[in-house]
Every structure is written in structure tokens, then in C-alpha cells.
Nanobody, 116 residues
Framework: VQLVESGGGLVQYGGSLRLSCVAS?????????MRWYRQAPGKGRELVATISTTGGTITYEDSVKGRFTISSDNAKNTVYLQMNNLKPEDTAVYLC?????????WGQGTQVTVSS
């Protein structure tokens, strides 16, 4: 299993970014939950959003509700995180994760920096 994130960068307050996580080694046609986490400097890892690849059940952390949208393209084995109205407190490394057969997998992360 491999997860590869992309799409991070430097953006101004109120800007937008779309993160992508391409998964390989398994197919989105099976039931898995894909998760986006973030980790800011000096802080613990925080769960931001989740989506199930079948059925599309979605959850969000409270601080991103109404600003972030998680989605998946099962044909591309890819999960996205559309981030709008970004704030400096959204600055973090964003990581894609999933758990399959009792093993948790992580991507390498992509840096998001929001300037004020």
C-alpha cells in the first residue's frame, strides 16, 4: 500500500488549495475509510476529515466544517481535500491515511502554509 499526497503550498489568508492523495496497492471498490490528518509544528496529529470509499460517508473536524470538502474519485483511487477560506491556523503538514487489514498506512505529507 502506498499513499502519495500532493497539492500543498503557500497561500494567503482566505485562499484555496486542493490536496490530492493517490492510493495504490488496494482498490477503492472495497470498503475503506480514507482520512486526512494535519500536524502543525509542536502539536499533535489532528484528524481533519474522513470519507468511506463506498457509500461516501463523510465527517469533518469542527474547525474546518463549511470550509473544507473531502471527496473521492474511485476510478482514480484518489481522495481530495478542497480547502477554501484558509486561515493561518490551518498551517500544517497534511497527511493522508487509511487502515487496511489491521495495518495503518500514511503518506509522506504535504506542507500547507497560510500567510496572514
Amino acid at each position: 500500500v502506498q499513499l502519495v499526497e500532493s497539492g500543498g503550498g503557500l497561500v494567503q489568508y482566505g485562499g484555496s488549495l486542493r490536496l490530492s492523495c493517490v492510493a495504490s496497492g488496494f482498490t477503492f471498490s472495497r470498503y475503506v475509510i480514507m482520512r486526512w490528518y494535519r500536524q502543525a509544528p509542536g502539536k499533535g496529529r489532528e484528524l481533519v476529515a474522513t470519507i468511506s470509499t463506498t457509500g461516501g460517508t463523510i465527517t469533518y473536524e469542527d474547525s474546518v466544517k463549511g470550509r473544507f470538502t473531502i471527496s473521492s474519485d474511485n476510478a482514480k483511487n484518489t481522495v481530495y481535500l478542497q480547502m477554501n477560506n484558509l486561515k493561518p491556523e490551518d498551517t500544517a503538514v497534511y497527511l493522508c491515511s487509511t487502515r487496511i487489514d489491521l495495518t495503518t498506512y500514511w503518506g509522506q505529507g504535504t506542507q500547507v502554509t497560510v500567510s496572514s
